[in-house]
């Protein structure tokens, strides 16, 4: 973790100097438009219709009163385990009761009968989407030499088929996200009828419901006895660390969002890299109270840095917040549905 963050603070300038720049660029952009600030004009532009930067702020708040008490909770608990005095950022990347990282394949074939053995159980119609891919060559999933990095679900707009890409190596993560890029997939199929290609192109604020959803809905099927990957203690253990991760991300969301707000209503402050640094940091100690970072007060600080969507993609974040409760109500309202049959 100290190398990581030791490198990362050796580039910091040059970050520093490339946010600047996009500053400049996206200002002017704005201006051309015709727009007071680049968060309206940028807000206009991606159909941002039905909420506005106040609903942002209030869903900021929402995760400040709702979450962050039962989110202290857990790091409190975390420490406990860990027989801590204090968490230190790195804490919160291990297995609390030190046990060895879960592994549950090692052939890539392999992972995709279980998975579609878990998809038989979620669901008849879903599970023969998956083996269309299968049979159709639509899944590049393990990793290889000089293979692109990453994982997406793309869909193939002619042929209305869905294309999931991935570098598997045998870890857990791999099984999230083939689950999660399947919930991408299943997606397509379902919209794939629909006559006109706008309306086969899914708003960003809803693109990440089937995703994470699929995740929820999978989870009570990854045991071994269903055909999964693990031991019921083990499948336990993986679940439990997807709602806590899930859980966790509230508070980081709220901060990349609300920094973005910050940063394009004071454009000035924000191209000075000093002025980042302390509305990141305020944000940052706001949402993330209970870690101890002394010694490493300027990576904190420079935490921003290491967030691609404030570079590459601004104003995308608050979605993946959106989407998240949005899979959570998919979950609950299918344990409603199996509570009354």
């Known amino acids: ?53 106040d609903d942002c702020f209030k869903f900021h708040e929402a995760v400040e009163t709702l979450v962050m008490p039962l989110y202290n909770q857990l790091l409190s608990e975390r420490r406990e385990s860990m027989q801590l005095n204090a968490l230190r950022p790195w804490d919160t990347g291990v297995d609390p009761l030190g046990r060895a990282p879960l592994k549950p ?39 290889r030499k000089g293979k692109a990095p990453g994982g997406y679900q793309s869909s193939l707009p002619e042929a209305r088929l869905p294309f999931i890409f ?67 203690e083990e499948a336990a253990r ?19 969002d609300g920094f973005q707000h910050w940063a394009y209503t004071h454009p000035q402050a924000a191209a000075q890299p000093a002025e980042c640094d302390a509305a990141w940091l305020d944000l940052w100690l706001r949402f993330h109270p209970h870690l101890d970072w002394s010694g490493f007060e300027d990576y904190v600080a420079t935490g921003w840095h290491n967030k691609l969507h404030l570079y590459h993609v601004p104003f995308y974040y608050v979605e993946y917040g959106m989407a998240q409760p949005g899979a959570v109500q998919v979950l609950s309202r299918i344990h409603i549905r199996r509570c009354r049959r």
């Open 105 to 143: 394949f090692t052939e890539v074939d392999d992972m995709v009968t279980r998975t579609k053995n878990i998809f038989n159980h979620v669901d008849d119609e879903l599970a023969g989407g998956f083996q269309i891919m299968r049979d159709q060559n639509l899944l590049d999933l393990a990793n």
């Open 166 to 232: 991935m570098n598997a190596v045998g870890v857990h993560g791999d099984v999230q996200t083939l689950l999660h890029e399947g919930g991408h997939a299943f997606h397509v199929f379902e919209s794939a009828a629909l006559p006109w290609t706008m309306q086969r192109e899914v708003g960003m604020e809803f693109a990440e419901v089937a995703s994470m959803a699929m995740e929820l809905l999978a989870a009570p099927y990854l045991a071994e006895r269903d055909g999964g990957f693990y031991s019921d």
């Open 1 to 53: 973790w100290e190398l990581v963050a030791k490198k990362r603070l050796e580039v910091a300038d040059a970050r520093d100097e490339q946010f600047e720049k996009l500053m400049a660029l996206r200002v002017q952009i704005a201006a051309n438009a015709g727009f007071k600030d680049y968060r309206e004009f940028k807000h206009i532009s991606k159909g941002r219709f039905d909420y506005q930067p």
């Open 238 to 256: 993986a679940r439990g660390e997807h709602l806590e991760r899930s859980l966790l991300f509230w508070p980081y969301m709220a901060v990349v």
